[in-house]
Structures are given as C-alpha cells and as structure tokens.
C-alpha cells in the first residue's frame, strides 16, 4: 500500500522512497522534482496543512542524498541548522517555514516555493550579455540578504553562496537567496562519511581561503563568494582555476588575475574583496556592492556583458554622480577614482614642479558646527579666555555646501624644497625677509617662541628638512608663488591654474565625507598618528608652556616642531597634515557672519575684507583648533613658524566638470 492509499484506510506508514504522489508526515504531497544532485533532491509539494485561496499553498521539499538519510550525524547537522536558520525573516531570503522527519528518509525541510530560476540558469539564459544595471540589481538584494542574516543576534554564515543557490524570478525581477547552510551542513556530513580528515563547507569554486584552510566559516566569507559571483558576471569566468587542491592553492596563494581590459578600472574593487585575509575585505556585502554600482556610473548602461570579451567599456559621457556626506572611507576612494576615469586624469598626480596633489571629487557636506563654547567645554576641551568664543560662534551655522567641481589639491602643504625652487627662480624675497621685524622662530636660549629680524622661511630657530613645510609666509608671499606657477604653466602651453584653497573646499576635503570634530573621530586621542600637534614633545621644548590653560594633547607624537610631509597617516581623500603641522592660508576673506549667508553652491567667501581664513591647526595647536570646522584668520602679511599654505590645481576639462 502507497503512502497516498494511507489516506484512504485511514492507517499511515511512512514511505521508504519518494515519487510524485508522496505524501510526507500526512501533509506533504509531492508534485513535481525541481531537481537532483549530490546535495539531495529538490520537490515542489502541496502542503494541506497551509491554504492559499482554499487551495493547498505550493512548498519546496528538500530530502537528504538517500546515502545520507538513514545517517544520525547528518539527521542531526539538519536539525541543528534548522534551529539557527528558521527565524531569517527578509525579502530577498528564502523562507523556511517548517522541518519533518521520516522514518524511511530522515529529516526534510519545508521552504517557500519560488516560481523562476536560479542565476546559474539565468546566465546561461542570457550568453549574449548581461546589463551592467542588470548586474547590479542582482549583487544589491543577495549582499542585502546576506548583510541581514549576518547581523542578527545569533549571526548566521550562508557559506555556500553561489549562482545556483539565488533565485530569480525573470517576471517580477525578485531576488531571493535559498539554502541558508542547508548544503553547506549535507556537505559536512559527506565529508565526515567519506573518512576525509578535514571537513569543507562550501563549493569548491566559491570558497575563500580560510574555507580551505579549515579556519571557521565567517561573513567575511560570504562576501568572498559574492565577490566570485559578481566576476563571473562580469567576465563569464571565475578568477581562479583548477580542480581539488589544486584550485585550492590558488585561491589561498596565486595573485588575483587581471581583469580583462574593458574592466581594468574594477580591479582594485576586486582587489579587495577578494583580498586573502578577511580583515581586508569589505566592512559588509553591501559596502562591496555599493563600490561596485558607484564604479559603473561611468559606463554605458545599456551595454552587454559577453564573458570575457565584455562589449562594455568605460564612457566618458556620463558624469558620476556627487557624493553626499556622511560617505565611508572605501567611497571616497571609490569616488577618486570614477572622477579620475571620466576625466581622463590620475588620482594622485605629481606636476612638473614636482608637487603631489590628489583628486578630490564633488560633493555635498555640512559646513561648520552648531556647537556651542559651552558644548565644546562639556565635552572636555579648553577655551584659555572668552575671546574664543567669539571663534567658535563664526562656525555657525552649520549650513549645506555643494562642490560642484573636481579639483587637485596638495597631498601636503608646499615644502621648503618647493619654495626654494621659486626663490632661486624669482629672487623673490619674503615679508619676513623685506620688512625689519622679520618672522617668528624658536629662541633656544629662552625657550619660547619669539618675533625676530633674523627668522624668516630659512632660518626658524629650529631644525627643518626640505620636505618640512615652508612657514613665515605671509598670504601675499603665497599669492606670488602661485603666481609663478601660473607664469610657468602658461609659457609651456599647459592650461593647469593653481591657486589656494577657498575655505569651503578644504573643509570638504579635510573631511572627506565624515561629520565628526575631527576627520578620525570625536575623541581627540582619535588623532594620534594622523596629526602633529601640541603634544607631549611640545611640552619638552617649550617647558613654560602652560598646557592647563592653553591645552595640549596627552600623547606624544615625536614631532615638537614641524614634520616631514607625508609622516602621518592621511584622511581618507589620500591628504596628508589636513589637521596640524601648520596653518594653511585660505583664498577667502574672513567674515565671521558669512557662514549665515553663504550660498549653497560652490561659496568663495566675502567680497572683501582685512585678513583671510586660515584653516587646520598647527604643529603649536591644541584640541580645539584641531577641529575639522575650526577657522581663524590674520591679515595678509601675517607671518608665523606655524603658518604654510598647500595649492589647489584647477582642472581644465571644462566641458566636463
């Protein structure tokens, strides 16, 4: 007698096989196989116990290999991740409704059917290219499945992410994400039963390489295996070859192959994410993609995909898009190089004065601060007298700024070697040099900083090498230096313009897409490493320096004076000393009022005025001027051993910024 005869007589016996007409725990009724394979076998199946329309809803059982149903340790593997996967509740995951055991079969699983077909199928479907969008679309809902089922209060690990294991449905364009562990755990208990000595979890092709070595399974390596994915999307390959241990000592050992040309501007993309730590990859499956999509904005997005002979190739007639602060760090970077590519230009580019200067994209951040003197107070930092009031309220308001343009800015503040080149060139001779008072410099006999006829951007009172930044110069002193440059560029027929800062631009690009005080954080022990202050080694120098009242930072960062360019560590735009080492002069005029007034758009500051913005601290500058929002202001023949300038080179495509 038939288990459906069963329902006749009234008496159950389990079934010992399956075939369409099955019915499983009095419930199930088998329909149709979807599917076989070395992971088990797939059923589509009524279930009588769950009604759509007052019909029996459509379900998907999911047997064991029948070498594997009667096994306990395998019945068990099921059970367990049943019990860690059941409660995944997410548009793009698969649901799993119910788990059921047989006698005869071991346990099954009950999940949500999915009219479509897998991605594997849909590729195979599609040979003659896939859409860029297309592509897109796919990674965004498997890495949003994948980045929920990581977050939850017991994370789980898919691992076993792979075209076949996401569904598609080629009506609606729904994504789902199925066997969450369920054929990583089958895989286990093969293993187990074949006597191999290390258990693998995944499909060979798809592992990372801490899946190889046997490391735990973490959703680092979900990440690698959409990764893998997203490459063969693009290529009709995966990046790594072979068959066994062979394929294995690739992906743990053999560089990442180069991506084929019309792809070359993702390699650092995939560099990443399939990078052969984990802590080098990605913050989420979601960060990976988001890259990804950023990246393609500048190709054609009605091109096709053809394997590796990809149709698509970058376009320079579609703008990327502007970036809207807060961004991470991997965007900015990601964003350098989009603009960089449209452009037709470098990221970090060194010009023929041999000054390094990097992209910054356009954006759209917050400029300033609403915090108050008694916020700032509250949260620890010291204000010496209630002059600094006054500063910290030209701050405000915090108000909207969009840079329209890309530009090239400094890595660093211009070198002493630098300014040499123009002194040597010009015979130009400074304020400090030209009007008797000279500069400021270091007076060793006094320790302490002193105003003196025989300091000047050579001679500061303390020891600096050709790459320190050239200090005591006034904002006319920089005006003709910039003004040689242009001299310069203009006699050889290069179109490049340089010119300083204006205010707006270099707090976008001293932020860089964050919105704390400072670029690395809140904290002001966040800057260590990044930023020579007034720390611990100032204190040495300057010994009468009352570090209460004028507060000093509690670390030590080995630079009492000023240091090399490039010594710390760079914001996430790739700039260097945004925030201390020295002053930078801005193009603006000062207006402590006009942050309320300012235009949204590209602002440039007042009209006129008596000093100029200088932004970023120094080398002598405490918590409160290390702020990102931080302003101050002199006249223009203000000179000062803390005070430099870095250039800004307009980029001259016109027609396409």
């Not at 959703?219 to 072979?242: K, S």
């Not at 242009?486 to 006699?491: G, M, S």
């Not at 735009?573 to 006009?594: R, T």
């Not at 409160?624 to 202001?633: A, E, F, I, M, T």
Request: aromatic share 10%; proline share 5%.
């Amino acid at each position: 007698m038939s288990a459906q005869d069963s329902e006749v007589t009234g008496v159950y016996r389990p079934p010992t096989e399956v075939s369409a007409g099955t019915v499983l725990q009095r419930r199930y009724r088998l329909l149709e196989r979807l599917g076989v394979g070395g992971m088990g076998e797939a059923w589509k199946a009524a279930d009588s116990g769950r009604l759509v329309d007052g019909q029996p809803a459509q379900v998907v059982i999911k047997l064991l290999p029948p070498e594997l149903r009667r096994n306990d340790e395998a019945n068990e593997d099921i059970r367990r991740e049943y019990s860690r996967v059941w409660l995944l509740s997410h548009p793009h995951i698969c649901k799993l409704f119910d788990m059921g055991e047989e006698d005869g079969i071991g346990c099954f699983q009950v999940m949500q059917y999915l009219p479509g077909i897998t991605l594997r199928q849909w590729m195979r479907r599609h040979s003659e290219g896939i859409s860029a969008s297309a592509i897109v679309s796919v990674l965004s809902a498997a890495a949003s499945a994948l980045d929920y089922a990581h977050g939850v209060r017991k994370p789980v690990v898919h691992r076993d992410v792979k075209p076949e294991n996401i569904m598609l449905d080629p009506q609606t364009g729904d994504v789902h994400v199925i066997d969450f562990g369920l054929a990583a755990e089958i895989r286990n208990s093969q293993t187990r039963l074949s006597g191999a000595e290390t258990v693998i979890a995944g499909t060979a092709s798809y592992m990372s390489p801490e899946q190889w070595q046997g490391r735990p399974a973490s959703a680092a390596c979900d990440q690698w295996a959409l990764g893998i994915v997203a490459w063969e999307l693009l290529t009709g390959t995966r990046p790594f070859q072979g068959n066994g241990m062979a394929l294995g000592f690739a992906v743990c050992q053999a560089a990442l192959p180069v991506l084929p040309e019309p792809y070359a501007f993702l390699q650092d993309l995939f560099a990443r994410v399939l990078c052969k730590e984990p802590a080098g990859r990605f913050r989420t499956c979601g960060d990976f993609v988001s890259q990804m999509q950023f990246l393609l904005q500048g190709t054609s997005t009605d091109a096709t995909l053809i394997g590796a002979q990809a149709a698509v190739t970058p376009s320079r007639s579609i703008r990327p898009e502007i970036l809207i602060a807060p961004f991470s760090a991997e965007t900015a970077r990601m964003a350098q190089t989009a603009w960089a590519r449209y452009l037709g230009c470098e990221v970090h580019w060194r010009d023929e004065f041999g000054q390094d200067l990097r992209l910054i994209p356009p954006g759209e951040y917050v400029m300033g601060s609403d915090e108050t003197a008694e916020q700032l107070q509250l949260a620890g930092f010291v204000l010496p007298h209630s002059g600094w009031r006054e500063w910290i309220a030209a701050e405000s308001p915090g108000h909207t700024v969009r840079i329209t343009r890309p530009f090239y800015l400094g890595v660093s503040s211009a070198t002493r070697a630098h300014f040499a080149a123009f002194v040597r060139a010009t015979g130009y001779r400074t304020d400090a040099e030209a009007i008797g008072k000279g500069g400021w410099g270091y007076a060793i006999e006094t320790k302490n900083g002193v105003q003196r006829s025989d300091f000047n951007w050579k001679q500061t009172g303390f020891a600096q090498s050709e790459q320190d930044p050239v200090v005591n110069v006034t904002w006319k002193d920089a005006q003709a230096y910039l003004k040689w440059l242009n001299e310069l560029t203009a006699e050889s027929g290069s179109a490049v313009r340089y010119r300083l800062p204006r205010e707006a631009e270099w707090e976008y690009a001293c932020r860089a897409g964050t919105t704390s005080r400072f670029f690395t954080g809140d904290q002001t022990g966040s800057l260590r490493g990044f930023a020579n202050v007034q720390d611990v080694s100032f204190g040495v120098v300057f010994p009468s320096h009352d570090q209460k009242k004028w507060q000093g930072f509690s670390f030590d960062d080995g630079s009492p004076f000023t240091s090399s360019a490039g010594l710390y560590s760079s914001n996430p735009f790739g700039l260097c000393d945004m925030l201390g080492n020295v002053w930078d002069w801005c193009n603006d005029y000062f207006d402590a009022g006009y942050f309320g007034r300012s235009p949204v758009e590209d602002p440039r500051g007042p009209s006129s005025g008596d000093s100029h913005v200088l932004r970023g601290g120094s080398w002598a500058s405490g918590p409160v001027h290390l702020r990102c929002s931080s302003r101050d202001y002199y006249g223009p023949g203000h000179r000062s051993y803390a005070v430099g300038f870095r250039v800004v080179a307009d980029l001259t495509q016109a027609e396409k910024v």
